[in-house]
């Protein structure tokens, strides 16, 4: 009987599935983020909060290179399981405010009106989405303020993580990205 309310239990836990809430911000350098994960959509299990400052360093090339054939590899697997994965999710809040703005009057305008053409697909795609883009001109900047909320249904989930791992490329690529020796 126990063990019947437990699986119970499990399986109202992995339909019901979690909330993954981001709020981020980026003013100037500073970049700000906040994310909570929650079970049940309402009982928080993880909550962090991060700041940085950004920097224009370039990363090492050294290290992307030695990722690349395995990614390569392991691509249509990681495209095959996306596709599987987008069942299980479901957008319930997309908010984004965007400032962009170029040296140039003629580029902000041209590149605003690529952005708004994009928030206009965005909107189509999840109809609860609030997406804006608000152009600066004569000032090179480009800021933006915004949340996102996801619920994942993880039964629907299970099956495509399990065949995902499966597969032989996919875990070279996740030794190499963890930089283990023994890849192959």
């Known amino acids: 009987m126990i063990l019947l309310i437990i699986i119970l239990i499990l399986i109202i836990f992995l339909y019901m599935g979690l909330r993954i809430s981001l709020s981020f911000e980026k003013t100037g350098s500073k970049l700000s983020a906040i994310i909570k994960i929650n079970i049940f959509k309402k ?11 950004t920097s224009k360093d370039e990363d090492n090339e050294k290290e992307s290179k030695n990722l690349m054939k395995p990614l390569k590899n ?15 999710l479901k957008v319930s809040k997309l908010e984004n405010h965007l400032k962009f703005g170029l040296a140039s009057y003629a580029d902000t305008a041209q590149y605003i009106g690529y952005i708004w053409a994009v928030n206009g697909f965005i909107k189509t795609l999840y109809p609860v989405s609030k997406v804006s883009a608000e152009p600066v001109f004569g000032d090179p ?3 933006f303020k915004g949340c996102l909320d996801v619920d ?16 032989k490329e996919i875990r070279i ?7 283990d020796k023994n890849e192959k």
């Open 74 to 88: 392991a691509l249509p697997y990681i495209s095959d399981f996306l596709k599987k994965t987008v069942k299980s």
């Open 141 to 143: 900047v480009i800021d």
């Open 152 to 167: 994942i249904n993880l039964l629907k989930l299970i099956l495509p993580v399990v065949n995902l791992i499966s597969k």
């Open 43 to 53: 009982i928080t299990v993880y909550n962090s909060s991060k700041e940085k400052e």
């Open 173 to 179: 690529l996740i030794k190499t990205f963890r930089g």
